[in-house]
């Protein structure tokens, strides 16, 4: 061809590519600033997040469930909050200490803090909600609370608590999940259960106010232009949209109808598959660990009372199968019963029990429960809950895998208030495969199922009935103990001991997942399940000068 | 042909003739069981006031009942709200406190009745709410979906039936035919799902889930053109087996009565084939389908369950379930209550016009 | 027993023979499940989810269980809920309403009563109820399901009792001295229940659809596989798994129309004053 059409071909290629050059460089630019960014915290917005159903109440006194949390979580403050690592920072309490021998804890207050409705926040608030409400009622810090000895409002701002004995995670518990600070002025002589401000108009200290709670629609709280941090929250506003269908919740997070959905059973997990394929959201495992087991009745079976039997059963149960099928990759593959999530306790040299269906048989053969003409050695019950998400598929897998070892399960589902008075109270089962939380600390979720002193019919108790002087003396040493590393030594030689014991064969931690779209930052994780609230700003809100806000 | 014929027709179902003995027993001057041979008709009122006169203990041997049955069963409503963790007793004692839990069964029992004559059905452990506000809630969402469900699948089954019988064995008829005969042998969730695969996931022309778009803030017209578009599905999914039932019914009694002497004497009297329909076989045939409707009712709610659950409509169905797993008494009964009313009601109002149809009763004015 | 005249009218309504070839052919389906089906139902498969193809021909479901041998061995607990809840109906039906009948008086007006009462209530809220208080298990199931389903027969029976208890042969067995159990055994009751196994058709697929509802709200016995709780299953995954719901349903369809059709021929045959045109 000749030189002068192809000199306008080159021109024409130019000019084609410079324009799709800039057009590029446009559209870069707008996923580029989507994209993370730098600087300062933005003020302005409004969160909405989906949950499964309206909360009970919102007296975080009483109630302790995470639907509750998540709302409370905004509207109160405790006198710490954690990291994702569990460690405790300061919120309404600016330092505290804690006596050597671990048995007096001293809090100050921080200055100025103000109730949304005005009043003044000090010590007798926080001594009448750890005597009457959040201190009586609730249930996932009982042991915390039934350590106390003595509350001491030593000047406005001082509080000072001495315990029984040592509690090594006793300051977990002082969050505003489990231990919300409530005002006295509008509590002390009411009726605790039917005070209006339970649902009516909640007074708290926290970054948001209450404004309006439609049942069954949604609750919408604003900012608390008063906060006791400088500048914050950053955002106008949070509301909670109700969305009691996953499906539906999942596509109303799809179409930005609402834009965030934290766990506490509001998390579609169904539909994770298509939520992590979504590119303007990020989804997060906020790392509240848990132990999703089969547990054995020691007592009440000859059969699974004999060690061989369950090292037998630990050899045929394929975890990974479990996980990735029945629990929908929505969790990873746990050894040892306390959870790697709890990354400074968990000892990762315990003994393991990998698949060995050989080995299984073996095992059983030798303990004397040869093959009938079935194939089937001998029958066990498997019990669990009805309806949950955590059990009713891996009951299925666990009862094909143990079948290969000659083992005839016969799965028994409750509803669960039968379950906790079959299982628990009245111990009528040989296994048991369900969750159990294990908080951020072993203290707190460990000990009670498998500490003597906690065989007491209560549900979630130590329903194996698991006995060992050692481990009890273990257990005791940890909660007592005043320097970490004896903490750790404790607990690394209690699971030790319990993976030879097995009275529970560990199988998967759960995730518990968060997910917000990427326009809103600061979403720390935390091992508790709400977000913080005063945290998180969204990216298109007016700009915010440095000495403006506080830092945390 | 022949056999595509016999495989869809019947002279009469089973059904038909157990309800017009039915009928007899139920009619108004029936009303000891035993058979009156000379009647004098009955007013509407009076026969309102009887029927209401009857429901009163109905109601209370249904609350009896049910109590009696929750409070038997094992486990503790209160431990089961909370978490994972052993309550505290304080929390436990505060609890039943508070819902009445500590006092003796019948003391319960007999201050649940007192409260209902005033209105008051308890307050829901879970919801923490009063039981009436909670099922008020609710209740509007599943009358959206039954209502229209019942009056369509009425009126047009039984329109269907009379086309149906008009030319047996004809096209028209058949075709008819094989649409009831599918939709009373079809689940009503397994027709839901199969309505929502189509529609909503292959097509993508109707939602499906939910009774309206969450978050959208509409209003005037885009609110209804909303809501009718969530509601067209279950509906269908509900009202098609109705629908079935009626036609098929219907038709059946159609064909019967077409024999029955009266009919003789009305074309024997030179009226109109038009007019011996809509005047003599119609209102006959009309009276066992009426009761069949009535009796449907009570299937309807059992439906509405099973619907509401695959189309996640938030009605008192799915609040039943609900409340059964989550052991919350007080709206279970409340619920249970409020359900049987409802069926209660629909009950007279068929039995009111099975007497406005009753030729006989007609023929005495 | 049905006599040879009774079995040749029923075999003309050809849909009701039909049908009744079918729910034999189910019931030995039923029986011989586990050598019809291709692969164990609850066997563990890698392979899930897969669409319907040459190894799986209704595809598998997300553990890898083939979905054909789960509808084959799902046979079994229909056919054995209808049939068996639906055999405790005709027992407590027609106690009650022969002693209803027979008797009359204050004992029909309370046994008509509650009839009434319990066709009033919401009895699959009821059976919800028992089911999920009482605990899963195929018994109970049956049991509820059963003891639910009298007073359509009840009242069938009544009828018939209340009708030929005045009839000459009746009147003239009473007369040289018959006891009352005599009467109603070997008198009336015999034609009370060709009524009753019509009405007994019916019933049999309500159970049916009754149970396949409680398997599918999650309230079935989960040591079995049921149609119900396959639907249940493809609930969750409708959207990218549509043949897990197509098939199960069609199975619960196919079988309630038998019933029903079959139930349609013998009440044909049963019922010689109601003829076709």
Partial sequence: MNVKLRGKRIFQQTITGAMLFILLGIFTDRIVWAGPVEGNPRRGGTLILGMTADPSTLNCGIE?????????????????????????HPDLAQSWEISADGLLYTFQLRENVKWHDGQPLTSADVKFSFENLVGKYNARGREAYRSIK?????????????????????????TAHDGCIMPRHLYEGTDVLKNPHNDVNPVGSGPFKFKEWKKGSHITLVRNENYFKKGRPFLDSVVYRIIPNAATRAIAFETGEINAIFASNSFPYQHVDRLKKLRNATIKDIGSPSLIGLNFNLKGNPIVAKREVRVAIAHAIDKKFIVEKGLRAVGKVIDSVIPPGIPWAYNANVPKYPVDLKKANGLLDEAGYPKNAAGM?????????????????????????????????????????????????????DLWFGPLTTRGHPALGTARLYTTTSITGQPFTNFTRYSNPKVDQLFEQAVTATKKQDMVKAYYEVQDILMRDLPTIPVADRLQLNIIKDQFRGALTSTETYERTDEIWWVKGAPVKDGDFERD | MLVFNLLLHNSSTPVLQSLRDDQAQRSPRDFLGSLLENTSPVSPTNFILRRLFHAVPLLVCVIVFNFTLIHLAPGDPIQALVGEFPAPEAYVAEMRRAFGLDQPLYVQLLLYLKNVLTGDLGFSFYYRQPVASVILD?????????????????????????????????????????????????????????LMVIFSIELGWLPSQGIKTVGADLDGWSSFF????????????????????????????????????????????????????????????????????????????????LVETVFGWPGIGRLMYESIVKRDYPVLMGNFLITTALVVAVNLIVDLVYLWLDPRVKYKK | ????????????????????????????????????????PFALGDGALLAPQSDHWMGTDDLGRDTLSRVIHGTRVPLLVGFLATATSLLLGILIGSASGYFGGLTDVILMRVTEYVLVVPRFFLALLVVAMLGTGIMKIVLVIGILGWPEIARVVRAQFLSFREREFVLAA????????????????????????????????????????????????????????????????????????????????????????????????????????
């Avoid at chain 1, 030593?154 to 002082?174: H, M, N, Q, R, W």
């Fill in chain 2, 226 to 305: 909303d809501r009718i578009t969530h509601l067209l599905l279950p509906f269908a999914a509900l009202a098609i087996r109705h629908l079935a039932v009626n036609a098929r019914m219907m038709r059946s009694s159609m064909l019967e009565v077409a024999f029955e002497d009266f009919v003789m004497v009305a074309r024997a009297k030179g009226l109109a084939e038009k007019d011996v329909t809509a005047r003599h076989m119609v209102p006959n045939a009309l009276m066992p389908v009426v009761t069949i409707i009535g009796v449907d009712v009570s299937f309807l709610f059992t439906g509405s369950v």
């Fill in chain 3, 174 to 277: 009473r007369a040289i001295g018959a006891s009352h159990a005599k009467v109603i055994f070997k008198e009336i009751l015999p034609n009370a229940i060709p009524p009753a196994v019509v009405v007994a058709s019916i019933l049999v697929a309500r159970a049916i659809l009754l149970e396949a509802g409680l398997s599918f709200l999650g309230l079935g016995d989960p040591n079995l596989v049921s149609w119900g709780s396959l639907l249940s299953e493809a609930q969750e995954r409708i959207s990218a798994s549509v043949w897990l719901a197509i098939f199960p349903g069609m199975a619960i369809s196919l079988l309630v129309l038998c019933v029903n059709l079959f139930g349609d021929g013998i009440n044909d045959v049963l019922n010689p004053k109601l003829r076709k045109k």
């Fill in chain 2, 138 to 194: 609710r209740v509007p969402a599943t009358l959206q979906l039954m209502v229209p469900a019942l009056i369509f699948s009425a009126i047009v089954g039984v329109l269907l039936g009379i086309l149906a019988a008009r030319k047996p064995y004809s096209i028209s008829d058949n075709a008819i035919s094989a649409f009831s005969l599918f939709g009373y042998c079809v689940p009503a969730f397994w027709l839901g799902q199969m």
């Fill in chain 1, 377 to 429: 050695r001998f029958q066990l019950r498997l019990a669990f809950e009805a309806g949950n998400d955590n059990s009713e598929r891996p009951v299925q897998i666990l009862r094909e895998q143990l079948k290969a070892a000659g083992i005839d399960i016969k799965l028994e589902r409750f509803e669960r208030s039968v379950m906790l008075e079959k299982i628990f109270q009245k111990y009528d089962f």
């Fill in chain 1, 150 to 174: 003595a509350i001491e409002t030593a000047g406005p701002l001082t509080v000072k608590i001495s315990l029984k004995k040592a509690y090594s995670p006793f300051l977990e518990v002082l």
């Fill in chain 3, 1 to 40: 027993m049905p006599s040879p005249q009774l079995w040749r009218q029923f075999k003309r309504n050809r849909a009701a023979a039909i049908s009744l070839y079918f729910v034999i052919a189910l019931i030995l389906a039923a029986i011989f499940a586990s050598e019809l089906s291709p692969y164990d």
């Fill in chain 1, 64 to 88: 302790s469930s995470q639907i509750v949390a998540m709302v409370t979580s905004s509207i109160y403050n405790g006198l710490i909050h954690l990291d994702e690592e569990s460690n405790p």
